[in-house]
């Protein structure tokens, strides 16, 4: 039996995918869980978190089964797409608001129009523009009750489908994000690696709410043993387009 296996997480804006891959490169088992779509309004998407954390537990635990001498744990994922969440229950405050939502249009204008869109360039090579977490941190603070607050207190926690995939294979211990996730949220300054204050309080986004930002390739935890039946290394997260980037070795 091949030795070394690695189970890849896809968790993706349509399904859910985990794969397990022998230290050749060679699937040895896939499953998929389809994840259904939320439009609660015109320009709205949305996705229901625990839909995709149920999906995340039940194909992996369906390719463990079948591949059972894993030894590590990597995770792809949609990018921009953003949860936020209690600290002490883990549960969402709202559901997931995905990278297509449109939400945040108004609040880009009016930061365009203010000059803002040079900075913004500037720290973090994108453009102002919904599609990025940003303005979804900064909806969901202004719109679910009692958010900003919670927030500012360090209840609430934030951030992409990576970094909420995380907190729950570690049951709570872990917020963390890679550099690839970070550097779509619209807050992160690529030139010097960090969540950038400028932009924090350009849309009134507490640091409290984000994670630490760490290498794609990084460790990043050990997984709670009740999760998925034993200890394992979560040793690899990138966003879904530069993952694949990776894969095809375009460094």
């Known amino acids: 039996m091949a030795r070394g296996s690695i189970l890849a997480i896809d968790q993706g804006t349509t399904s859910t995918r985990a794969i397990v891959f022998d230290g050749e490169g060679h699937i040895r088992a896939m499953a998929q869980r389809e994840l259904p779509q939320i439009f609660p309004a015109d320009g709205w998407v949305e996705h229901d978190p625990e839909e995709i954390w149920q999906a995340t537990l ?29 600290r002490a229950t883990g549960k ?116 409290a709410v984000l994670p630490d930002v760490r290498p794609s390739s990084s460790r990043f935890a050990e997984i709670d043993p009740d999760v998925l039946g034993g200890t394992l290394t979560i040793g690899g997260v990138a966003g879904d387009q530069q993952a694949a980037l990776f894969g095809q070795a375009c460094f």
């Open 58 to 86: 039940a194909v992996c635990r369906e390719v463990l089964a079948a591949a059972p001498d894993v030894t590590a744990i990597g995770i792809a994922n949609q990018r921009e797409t953003t949860v936020m969440w209690d």
């Open 92 to 207: 969402p405050v709202y559901n997931a608001i995905v990278w297509q939502d449109r939400r945040g249009a108004e609040l880009c204008r009016r930061l365009e129009a203010e000059g803002k869109g040079p900075l913004v360039q500037r720290l973090t090579g994108l453009l102002l523009d919904p599609y990025f977490s940003a303005t979804k941190i900064a909806w969901l603070l202004e719109n679910v009750p009692d958010a900003r607050r919670r927030a500012a207190a360090g209840e609430l926690a934030a951030g992409t489908i990576d970094s909420f995939l995380l907190w729950r294979l570690t049951g709570g211990r872990v917020h963390a994000t890679d550099a690839t996730n970070a550097s779509r949220t619209m807050l992160f300054d690529i030139h010097r690696h960090r969540w950038d204050d400028d932009l924090l309080a350009m849309l009134g986004i507490p640091r």
